[in-house]
């Protein structure tokens, strides 16, 4: 079982992190060793120091009004290995240990299994 280790992070890298008109920051999921993209969601100032604290990705939800930690419902839970902001700081990067079947909330491994240009 994966283990949940917090991340380390200073009040200066917090403050560098910019955050649109609704409080919010998209946050990409990578997955560890293959790089592959998993999905994106939106998190919050609350759910961003959640994530640190925990070792956890936490995501506030546009829909539900509410915090929500990936996995306590399907079990598919992701553990924090790695931690990134972009040289405009508005996007967070995750590498994640991806337990469980996958992330996306269809049953498949990733969100971006659907391509433009092929057909059904």
């Known amino acids: ?35 592959k993209v998993l999905m994106m969601a939106w998190m919050n100032a609350d759910s961003l120091r959640q994530t640190f ?9 546009r829909s539900r009004q509410e915090y929500w930690c990936k996995g306590e419902t399907s079990g598919d839970r992701q553990y924090v290995r790695e931690a990134y902001y972009d040289c405009d700081g508005d996007t967070l990067l995750f590498v994640v240990e991806q337990e469980g079947k996958g992330a ?16 059904d």
Do not use: K
């Open 104 to 119: 996306c909330h269809t049953g498949n491994f990733s969100c971006f299994f659907t391509a433009f240009g092929e057909d």
């Open 1 to 35: 079982m994966p283990e949940s280790i917090p991340v380390a992070v200073t009040a200066e890298q917090l403050a560098a992190v910019v955050y649109n008109a609704d409080g919010l920051v998209p946050a990409i999921v990578q997955e560890e060793g293959t790089g």
């Open 53 to 61: 604290e925990t070792g956890r990705t936490w995501f506030w939800s």
